[in-house]
C-alpha cells in the first residue's frame, strides 16, 4: 500500500512545483562575529548560566581536582563515567589517585536492555566528553558513542559535561563547516544548553522536567 | 473535532464569556510575547534572518519532489526505514503495523503536532494499545481529556489551579499540591516509568536535512530524548513539507524557530538524528521508521499563492500576537491548528465550507505577517481564502460554498448604483428617507446584534454640498 501512495503522492507533487514561479530570495546570512577565544569562553559561560547551567572555567591539568572536590561537597553517591574517552580515563586516573568520600564509578555495562534499572534508579550523575561548544547559543555539542552512549546524558539526575575552551565555536553554522558535519554525521548530534526544563504549567519555569535537574560545565583552560 | 456539527460562532461565544479562561490565555500570550520581543531585540539583524529562514523554505518548496526523493534515499542508506501516507488513515495503519510487528502495546510520545492531526492517539487506543503522551503540556491534556488549545504550549488553557485538581484525581496516589515544582515532580515519576518501560517511541519532525537523511527535533524537556533513545524502536512522523535542502540550513531556522516559539536562544536540546543503533553502539534504538504524510499538503504546493502556507515551521507565534486568538484560545478553533495559520491551514486541508467561517476571524490587522519567521503574507492568504469562499470557480476545496444569489445581486446592484451617478443620487435619497426603517434580518441582524445600528443621514452629502456649499474651500 505504502508503495503506490508513494507513487501517488509524487505524481501529484511533480505537477505542483512546476505550477507557476518560486520567488527565491537570496539575502546573506547575519554576519558572523568575530570573538576572542576569552570572549568566547565568556558569552558561552554568560548564556547557559542564564538558563541555570552551573559553570566552572578551570585549569585543564587540574579539572579532576575541581571535580573531586565538587563531587565530595555534593556528596554524590554514584558516577558514570566512559573509559576508553579522555574524560573517563582521566577520572579513572583520578579515582585511583585516592577516592576517599568521593562517588563509586560506574561504566555504562552492556546494552541498555540489561542496563536500564541500574541507569534509571541507581545513577547519581553521569560525566561525558563534548565536541565542542557554541558560543552564540549559549549551547554544548555531544556525539555519543560506544563509549559514551546516548542516555549518560539524559538518565542521571545530574549531568557533568567538560569541554575544551579551545573547541568553543562562534555559531552553530561555524561548528558544522569548520568539522564537516554534512560528511560524517553521527548517529545521534546534540546540542545540549541547560538542565531539563518546562514551562508547560502557567508559563511558570521548572528545572528537571524530565532529564538532568542539574548540568554542571567544565570548561578546560590551557 | 472538526465535524460538521462544530459551530464557530458559538464557540467563540463561549470562550469569551468565560474569564478564567481569558484571563490564562492573557497572562501566557503576553509573556511569550515579551520573551519573543527580548530574544529579537536587533530588528536589522532579524529581519535579516527572517529573509534567509523565507529563502530556506521556499527553495525547500520549490524543489520538493527531489528533496523528499534524496531525503528517503539517505534515510534508507542510514538504516532508517521511510514510509508513505497519502492521508493521515493511511499513516495510523502504518504505525499501528509497525506496532503489531513488535507485538508492542506500550508507545511513549513526544509532542507532535502531525499526530494530533492523524487523531493517532484515538486510533491506536482503539486498537487496544497503550499511548502516552509525555510533553508536560500534551500530558496534562490528555489526562483532562482534551486537545492541544496551542501549538507550542498545548495546556495553556489551564491554569495550576486546574492541573492539581487534575492530576490528584487522575495520578494514582498523588497528593493535592499547587505547587508547579511538585506537579512536576509528580509527572516526572510517573512518565519516568512509562520511559524505562515502553516498547516503541513516537516523535514528530521539526525537520528533516535530504542532504544528510537526519531528523531534527527540538525539546526542552528531554522528553523528546527519551522517547527517541530509550525503546527498542522510534517512529518519527512528519508533514511531508517538513524537509530542508541542506545541514547549513538548520541553523537559520533554528534560531528563528525558538526565538519565535518560546522566546530562546535556543532550546535545552537539539536533538540531531541520523541512524538507528549502529553495533556496538549500547543505546537508541534498533530500528527509526520515517512516516511521511501528505493529507492535503501535496494540493496546497500547485496553488503558487496558497504553497506560502507551506512554509510553516509550527512556531506558533503568530497565535501569540492574534488579537483574536489571544482571547478566544484554541478550542475555539475547532480543529487541530488554531491561531492564524490555522486559518488558512485548515480550511485548505478540510474544505472552507467544514470550517464555519474561521476565516472570517481577523481583523486583517497584519501582525502575524510582521512576526512570522518565514514570512508567510497571512493576512493576503486570509483574503484570497475568504474570496474562495464565495468563487465557483475558485480551486480550494469548498470554494464558493458562500455564493448565493441575493447576495450577488445585491452586489449587483451596489455596482450598478455607483457607476451612474442619478442612480446614486436616488439610492441616497431612498436610504435617508427609509433606511431607518430597514427590517434588520439576516446578516444585518447578526450585525446589529452587538452593536449600535448606524443612523443614515437624512440628507446625502453631494446634496449638503450643492445646499451650504464647501467650508474652507
Known amino acids: ?222 | 473535532m472538526g465535524d460538521q456539527t462544530f459551530s464557530f460562532e458559538k464557540n467563540v461565544e463561549t470562550a469569551l464569556g468565560d474569564t478564567q479562561l481569558r484571563a490564562n490565555f492573557e497572562y501566557a500570550m503576553s509573556t511569550l510575547y515579551q520573551k519573543r520581543k527580548a530574544v529579537f531585540a536587533d530588528e536589522a539583524e532579524t529581519e535579516r534572518l527572517r529573509e534567509v529562514g523565507n529563502a530556506v523554505r521556499q527553495r525547500a518548496l520549490s524543489k520538493l519532489p527531489e528533496l523528499l526523493e534524496k531525503l528517503e534515499k539517505k534515510c534508507i542508506e542510514n538504516g532508517i526505514q521511510v514510509h508513505w501516507a497519502e492521508t493521515t488513515d493511511e499513516a495510523n495503519r502504518i504505525i499501528l503495523k509497525i506496532m503489531d510487528d513488535h507485538r508492542a502495546t506500550r508507545m511513549v510520545k513526544g509532542k507532535s503536532m502531525v499526530s494530533e492531526e492523524m487523531h493517532l492517539n484515538k486510533f491506536l487506543e482503539e486498537h487496544g494499545k497503550e499511548v502516552m503522551e509525555t510533553d508536560l503540556g500534551e500530558y496534562i491534556i490528555q489526562l483532562a481529556g482534551e486537545t492541544p488549545s496551542h501549538i507550542i504550549v498545548p495546556a495553556v488553557h489551564k491554569n495550576k489551579d486546574q492541573i492539581a485538581k487534575l492530576f490528584h484525581e487522575k495520578i494514582p496516589g498523588a497528593p493535592y499540591t499547587e505547587k508547579v515544582e511538585e506537579l512536576n515532580a509528580l509527572a516526572r515519576k510517573t512518565l519516568r516509568e512509562k520511559f524505562q518501560h515502553a516498547d516503541i517511541g513516537l516523535s514528530g519532525v521539526n525537520m528533516a536535512v535530504a542532504e544528510t537523511g537526519t531528523l531534527c527535533l527540538v525539546e526542552n524537556e528531554g522528553n523528546g530524548r527519551m522517547c527517541t533513545t530509550v525503546p527498542p524502536v522510534h517512529v518519527a512522523v512528519m508533514g511531508l513539507e517538513k524537509v530542508v535542502e541542506k545541514l547549513s540550513d538548520v541553523p537559520p531556522v533554528l534560531r528563528l524557530l525558538t526565538g519565535s516559539a518560546t522566546g530562546q536562544i535556543i532550546t535545552t536540546y537539539f536533538n540531531m538524528i541520523t541512524t538507528p543503533r549502529k553495533p556496538g553502539e549500547k543505546d537508541g534504538p534498533e530500528e527509526v521508521h520515517l512516516v511521511i504524510l501528505d493529507n492535503g499538503r501535496s494540493a496546497i504546493l500547485k496553488d503558487p499563492e496558497l504553497r506560502q502556507t507551506l512554509q510553516c515551521i509550527r512556531c506558533g507565534t503568530c497565535l501569540n500576537h492574534c488579537p483574536v486568538y489571544t482571547r478566544i484560545g484554541g478550542h475555539a478553533y475547532g480543529f487541530v491548528y488554531p491561531g492564524p495559520i490555522g486559518k488558512i491551514l485548515t480550511p485548505q486541508m478540510e474544505g472552507l465550507e467544514k470550517t464555519g467561517g474561521i476565516i472570517s476571524a481577523s481583523s486583517l490587522c497584519n501582525a502575524c505577517e510582521e512576526v512570522c519567521p518565514v514570512k508567510i503574507p497571512i493576512p493576503e492568504l486570509i483574503r484570497r481564502l475568504r474570496n474562495e469562499s464565495y468563487d465557483s470557480k475558485g480551486s480550494v476545496p469548498g470554494h464558493g460554498y458562500k455564493w448565493n444569489l441575493p447576495e450577488v445581486l445585491v452586489w449587483k446592484a451596489w455596482a450598478l448604483v455607483n457607476r451612474y451617478p442619478r442612480l446614486n443620487e436616488l439610492a441616497m435619497k431612498v436610504g435617508g428617507l427609509f433606511g431607518d426603517r430597514f427590517p434588520k434580518i439576516g446578516p444585518l441582524k447578526q450585525w446589529t446584534r452587538v452593536r449600535t445600528t448606524p443612523r443614515l443621514a437624512r440628507h446625502s452629502l453631494h446634496e449638503l454640498v450643492k445646499t451650504e456649499g464647501v467650508d474652507h474651500e
Open chain 1, 1 to 222: 500500500m505504502s508503495n503506490t501512495a508513494r507513487e501517488r503522492i509524487f505524481a501529484k507533487l511533480r505537477p505542483a512545483v512546476a505550477a507557476g514561479q518560486f520567488d527565491i530570495p537570496s539575502p546573506e546570512l547575519p554576519p558572523r562575529p568575530e570573538w576572542t577565544p576569552s570572549e568566547k569562553v565568556q558569552k558561552l559561560k554568560t548564556l547557559m548560566e542564564a538558563v541555570r547551567s552551573e559553570v566552572h572555567v578551570v585549569k585543564a591539568d587540574a579539572w579532576t581536582d575541581a571535580l573531586k572536590a565538587l563531587a565530595r561537597q555534593r556528596g554524590f553517591k554514584t558516577l558514570l563515567h566512559g573509559p576508553g574517552t579522555q574524560v573517563g580515563d582521566a577520572v579513572k586516573q583520578a579515582w585511583s589517585e585516592g577516592s576517599g568520600g568521593l562517588p563509586a564509578l560506574r561504566t555504562y555495562e552492556g546494552a541498555i536492555e540489561n542496563y536500564k534499572d541500574t541507569l534509571f534508579h541507581d545513577t547519581d550523575v553521569g560525566i561525558t566528553s563534548t565536541l565542542g561548544g557554541i558560543a552564540e547559543s549559549g549551547a554544548l555539542i555531544l556525539w555519543p558513542d560506544a563509549e559514551e552512549p546516548r542516555l549518560m546524558s539524559l538518565i542521571p539526575p545530574i549531568h557533568i559535561a567538560v569541554l575544551d575552551a579551545d573547541k568553543i565555536y562562534a555559531t552553530f553554522s561555524e561548528a558544522m563547516e569548520r568539522m564537516s558535519w554534512s560528511e560524517k554525521m553521527p548517529t545521534n548530534a546534540l546540542l545540549i544548553s541547560g538542565p531539563s526544563k518546562t514551562a508547560d504549567i502557567e508559563m511558570t519555569l521548572a528545572f528537571g522536567v524530565h532529564g538532568p535537574k542539574e548540568l554542571i560545565v567544565f570548561i578546560l583552560e590551557p
